[in-house]
């Protein structure tokens, strides 16, 4: 039969005259498919990993509550910033089984967001196409979510309904922007870095990280960093800012300020640990892959081990310093880039972490140097 015929191939029209099944086969066969630009590099990329537990997590309920579904889903995203056809924000949980797809970052809404707000209430404006990485990597607290929890509270007092309060992962556009964003826990009376510049040609998230698959562009960094010799993402770490002072009072001034960063991090959870049992009472140890967290230290041997890292043994001796602190190191080690993002800023909050802890507990200081503002 002749005819007028229109049918759908990766979801384009084709409308074609019919004048027989051989023409519209032949037709057919013409028809390339479609390409999906930059799909393999995609689907190369964390938001991709549907297996991961970053979108599986929620499996067995059959829906990602509204708290989390902003970030870990693609319905979730677009709902939160409006491009569903809702009012901006979560408005309803989401459903499982998807990932962050294409359509999360290019829609109507994304080409023209400029502005983020961060958990502590902190606007950013003109802030251009980072608007969209930062929509989720900027964190789940701040400096005024965990004072608002500690208000009222004595220092030095262990109170049973604390709770470790979790920045949550890759909070890499709070710590770029310092105490603009006040990520980290600031303490009162200290002066903190605010937003990072690497330099006037680096600015923007793309500008380091392949935007689609995410990953470090090294060869751009050995473009400028030419001592210690980049040939690897591993290298990054060996890289010096040009500061002389020695952060971590180690002796050792030129080492990578990743590596200050690390001994820094080191000094901390020993003081972490030194407070919790002489203050707090009750030994804690980290897990950095078990919720949440910190736990007790049932057999103190300074380490969490399989049966300790568990839920039901979470750590349950807050005291607002030891919570302060913990905050600052989970902060430090959850955006594992924070030695490229604002690495001063950082080794700021580790410093008045160690110095708070030093009033009640022995802490080596000795050589450390604090950044400036």
Known sequence: MNGIGTWTRHGLTIAALTLGAAVFDAAWAQSPPLQIPFVDDWAASPHARAAEEAFTHWNEEGEIPVACAQCHSTPGFLDYIGADGSRPGVDRPAPVGTVISCIACHNEVTVIMDSVTFPSGAEITNAGDDSRCMTCHRGRESTVSVNKRLDGRE?????????????????????????????????????YRGYFVHDED????????????????????????????????????????????????????????????????????????????????????????????????????????????????????????????????????????????????????????????????????????????
């Open 202 to 373: 680096v600015t923007r998230c793309a500008d380091c990280h392949e935007q689609h698959t995410v990953k470090i562009r090294v060869d751009e960094c050995a473009g400028c960093h030419k001592s210690p010799r980049i040939r690897e993402k591993a290298d990054l770490r060996k890289i010096r800012d040009k500061s002389k002072d020695d952060f971590d009072g180690d002796g050792d001034a030129d080492e990578g300020i990743a590596e200050e960063i690390a001994t820094l991090q080191a000094a901390l959870y020993a003081a972490i640990q030194a407070y919790a049992s002489e203050v707090g009472g009750v030994p804690t140890a980290y897990d950095a892959h078990a919720y949440p967290y910190f736990f007790n230290d049932t057999n103190a041997n300074g380490k969490a081990d399989a049966g300790e890292a568990r839920y039901p043994n979470r750590y349950n001796a807050w005291t607002p310093r030891l919570l302060k602190a913990a905050y600052n190191y989970q902060y430090s080690l959850k955006d594992p880039g924070v030695y490229a993002h604002n690495p001063l800023y950082v080794i700021q909050t580790l410093h008045d972490s160690l110095a708070d802890l030093a009033t009640k507990v022995e802490v080596d200081m000795a050589g450390m140097v604090r950044p400036g503002p």
């Open 155 to 191: 220092a030095d007092t262990v109170s049973d309904d604390l709770r470790f309060i979790n920045i949550h992962y890759r909070a890499a556009g709070a710590t770029r922007y310092g105490t603009e964003a006040m990520g980290a826990y600031e303490y009162e009376d200290q002066a």
